[in-house]
T-cell receptor
Framework: DAGVIQSPRHEVTEMGQEVTLRCKPI?????LFWYRQTMMRGLELLIY????????DSGMPEDRFSAKMPNASFSTLKIQPSEPRDSAVYFC?????????????FGDGTRLSIL | GESVGLHLPTLSVQEGDNSIINCAYS??????FIWYKQESGKGPQFIID?????DKRQGQRVTVLLNKTVKHLSLQIAATQPGDSAVYFC????????????FGKGNQVVVIP
């Protein structure tokens, strides 16, 4: 089975540019999560969706960050304008309905560098 | 300049020996716990999970122990192999969030051949 697919794997861009990260969850998973990982703060949950609807975006750092899930097989995380402090690895994860206590499955991340 | 990085606890273990990784979780009402393994350049990979109504669960070469009294979780890896070198995270499902995971800081395991 295909796992969670993220693109691009690496992104290097100059500050002020718009950055769009993409995620394709595992088919049939109702939940989708966006995380950010840095050495200083570890893994942080940014936002998660249930059935394409954003449930909790309290982890989104500021208004420069936005996430969408237009359908069950695709989500984007956008940063506009980007800043050097946004440099991190961004992970997408998906899981089935939580009642089954199924673990989240992670993609291999997008390593973002803002110059 | 660069930020000072988070120094992860590191366990160095000889190949073939057993490894034990410990984790303290935060919420006494959490009822589901997961161990993840993260290799360099990859996302966290599910290893094993345990529900709060259990004290122990075994998988292939791995065992998770749960002590709810002191909110402590441990992962035991039997006969550690070079491929076990990675960062290991424990995570708990918070009781008030739908499948929302809270991750620990991580433990680096280095296997010495």
């Amino acid at each position: 089975d295909a796992g969670v697919i993220q693109s691009p794997r690496h992104e290097v861009t100059e500050m002020g540019q718009e950055v769009t990260l993409r995620c394709k969850p595992i088919s049939g998973h109702d939940y989708l999560f966006w995380y950010r990982q840095t050495m200083m703060r570890g893994l942080e949950l940014l936002i998660y969706f249930n059935n394409n609807v954003p449930i909790d975006d309290s982890g989104m750092p500021e208004d420069r960050f936005s996430a969408k899930m237009p359908n069950a097989s695709f989500s984007t995380l956008k940063i506009q304008p980007s800043e050097p402090r946004d440099s991190a690895v961004y992970f997408c994860a998906s899981s089935p309905t939580p009642g089954d206590n199924q673990p989240q499955h992670f993609g291999d991340g997008t390593r973002l560098s803002i110059l | 300049g660069e930020s000072v990085g988070l120094h992860l606890p590191t366990l160095s273990v000889q190949e073939g020996d057993n490894s034990i990784i410990n984790c303290a979780y935060s919420n006494s009402a959490s009822d589901y716990f997961i161990w993840y393994k993260q290799e360099s350049g990859k996302g966290p990979q599910f290893i094993i999970d345990i529900r709060s109504n259990m004290d122990k669960r075994q998988g292939q070469r791995v065992t998770v122990l749960l002590n709810k009294t002191v909110k402590h979780l441990s992962l035991q890896i039997a006969a550690t192999q070079p491929g076990d070198s990675a960062v290991y995270f424990c995570a708990e499902i918070l009781p008030y969030g739908n499948n929302r995971l809270a991750f620990g800081k991580g433990n680096q395991v280095v296997v010495i051949p």
